[in-house]
């Protein structure tokens, strides 16, 4: 079956005062219908660029993108109007009309489609509904937390049924609790109706959250794409490994000649390793920090150790580590 996305060695270029920045460089992925598809990276690193070429708000100098089955590049822009129908973006400052409610926000794309009054406020009623907002629909966003008007903004993109939802930093103005709740919204709408999302982020918890697949950008190159459980038991790149490591910087004044991240999931996860390996070597082990998460509904575990001063002892204990099919790297040099 055709992807519902398909990007081929795309390219963008935009000219600066000291020459030619390359914002994109030669990025291909396809992305199945129905899925929940990452893009992570640093600040600077091309994601926001990548995805509004997308719906083609940035046109690659090179490359193709085919949506559908259908080639973004060749449209005319009446064609290229009705595709983007299909294709709604949240972003970070949800862009509310603030001179108008919330059920006036949501009829907006439906009155510029041609809907009548009356269809149109029907069905933004159903969208309230959807999103858990019905009993402020009279309300004017200044009247609304940060969340309520994610919910809104989500509810007026849904308002055209399109069949992609890109999410460009849509949590990254949020607390962390209102985050879940708005990731739980966004992964009950892709079950309910089939919604393809692309979640653009800096923040590898919203990755695990609720993405299957990732793709890792730096500097406006694709450096690593896979599942969220390979990205997270073992990331292969240096920038993979900063973006997973990130939320050990809390640890570094328990710096040590060596440590090590440990991350298991599965039966692995009810095994006493620490304590067979403590047994086993007769040695003790400084656990600096320990974690799971679920990731696509499957518990997967993490912890950072400090390794004896031995380093006989050290280099036994990650052998044996190993030996159980734990995922074993040394992370002195990304932690702090």
Do not use: W
């Not at 949800?94 to 809907?115: K, S, T």
């Not at 950008?217 to 794409?225: A, P, T």
């Not at 900063?242 to 050990?248: C, M, T, V, Y």
Request: contains cysteine.
């Amino acid at each position: 079956m055709e992807p519902i996305i398909r990007v081929e060695n795309i390219s963008r270029t935009f000219q600066a005062g000291n020459g030619q920045v390359e914002a994109v460089k030669n990025i291909s992925f396809s992305i199945e219908k129905g899925e929940i598809f990452g893009i992570i990276g640093l600040s600077g690193a091309g994601k926001s660029t990548l995805v509004r070429c997308l719906n083609l708000l940035e046109r690659p100098n090179e490359g193709s993108i085919f949506i559908d089955g259908k080639d973004m590049m060749n449209l005319s822009q009446a064609e290229l109007r009705r595709e983007r129908q299909d294709i709604g973006m949240i972003f970070q400052h949800f862009n509310l009309l603030m001179q108008r409610n919330v059920i006036d926000n949501i009829c907006f794309p439906l009155e510029i489609a041609g809907v009548s009054r009356n269809d149109a406020k029907k069905r933004a009623e159903e969208l309230l509904e959807i999103v858990g907002l019905s009993e402020k629909a009279k309300a004017y966003p200044a009247q609304l937390s940060g969340g309520q008007k994610q919910r809104v903004a989500i509810a007026r993109v849904l308002a055209n049924n399109p069949k992609i939802l890109l999410c460009d930093e849509a949590t990254s103005a949020l607390d962390p609790q209102t985050t879940k709740s708005i990731l739980k919204l966004v992964k009950e709408i892709n079950r309910d109706y089939g919604i393809t999302v692309i979640v653009i982020t800096h923040e590898m918890a919203v990755i695990q959250e609720i993405c299957s697949r990732v793709a890792v950008l730096d500097h406006g190159s694709m450096v690593e794409e896979g599942t969220v459980e390979e990205l997270f038991r073992a990331p292969k790149t240096e920038e993979a490994k900063k973006l997973i490591l990130n939320e050990f910087r809390h640890i570094k004044e328990m710096r040590s000649e060596r440590m090590i991240r440990v991350t298991f999931g599965g039966s692995s996860a009810f095994e006493p390793f620490i304590g067979n390996a403590v047994l086993e070597y007769k040695t003790p082990l400084n656990i600096l920090y320990a974690n799971t998460k679920t990731i696509n509904g499957n518990a997967e575990g993490e912890m950072i150790l400090q390794l004896p001063e031995s380093q006989e002892i050290a280099d036994r204990m990650i052998e044996y580590f190993k030996e159980n099919n734990l995922g074993v790297e040394e992370v002195d040099h990304y932690v702090g």
